[in-house]
């Protein structure tokens, strides 16, 4: 059995992120083993964290795992929404609702960003509803089609001009899995069969990107038809090196031309 020690902190002693990153490099350099934490990620990254929220499919199988039901989880993440934001915000929070109940709760240190962004998936008309209400931006799944998400987007821009709220223009997002290659490729085929699994019988091409760089830029090009300015593409790789090669493609042969499209 040997001895290992680590070291914590409560309240945040450092007088900004550099100054913690300096302590982990130190620690890291030391016989020190490990490094436990609260400190909220906003704060740490000097306010670049872009929390998005959405709350899953009915099949998705964390369900199972954990023992819960997907029944009532709008609901729930509605008043989870409503929770955090509030103490992202303030100190002593009291809040009753049908599932959660908190008395003077506050969390610290607080996020940098104020308010902090808040993002939102998801398709549904609840969705719609919790964005509109609640978010600073949405974002859609690795499975949506541009002309679904021009819809939604519609959808959402209007009820918030109904609940006197504005969301911009650019915070409307979408994401898909890409790949330099053909769809042959065994890779590209299993990332295929798992989403059939999941979503049943669907043309891959509605969903994912394959070929050289204008079959990328194409997919991009329809989502901004439909309102999209802000991506996230997972590629599709089978190793560490595809997975490096893969994403520096993409800045190189797609990124500039993507940005000229403003």
Request: charged share 25%; net charge negative.
């Amino acid at each position: 059995m040997s001895v290992r020690i680590g070291l914590a902190f409560g309240p945040f002693p450092f007088s900004g992120p550099r100054a913690f990153w300096r302590w982990v490099d130190a620690c890291e350099d030391s016989e020190i083993d490990s490094i436990f934490l609260p400190a909220t990620i906003d704060l740490l990254s000097d306010g670049r964290f872009l929390p998005m929220f959405g709350v899953g499919e009915d099949f998705d199988p964390e369900w199972a795992a954990m023992g819960l039901s997907p029944r009532n989880r709008g609901a729930k993440t509605n008043e989870m929404i409503e929770i955090i934001t509030s103490l992202w915000a303030r100190d002593h929070v009291d809040y009753a609702g049908k599932h959660y109940q908190l008395r003077d709760v506050t969390v610290a240190p607080k996020p940098k960003q104020s308010p902090l962004p808040l993002w939102i998936g998801g398709r549904s008309e609840a969705a719609i509803e919790r964005t509109a209400r609640y978010g600073y931006g949405w974002i859609g799944g690795s499975t949506s089609v541009p002309e679904e998400i021009g819809r939604i987007v519609v959808a959402i821009r209007t009820r918030a001009t109904e609940l006197g709220r504005t969301i911009e223009d650019d915070h409307y997002g979408a994401g898909f899995n890409f790949r330099f290659g053909m769809w042959s490729e065994p890779i590209v085929e299993r990332v295929i069969e798992a989403n059939r699994t999941r979503m049943g019988s669907t043309n891959p091409s509605r969903y994912l990107a394959v070929g050289d760089a204008e079959a990328i830029l194409g997919r991009i090009t329809a989502f901004r038809e439909q309102g999209i300015s802000k991506f996230v593409l997972r590629p599709i790789a089978a190793s560490d090196d595809e997975m490096v090669e893969q994403s520096l493609r993409l800045s190189r042969e797609v990124i500039p031309l993507a940005q000229e499209m403003g």
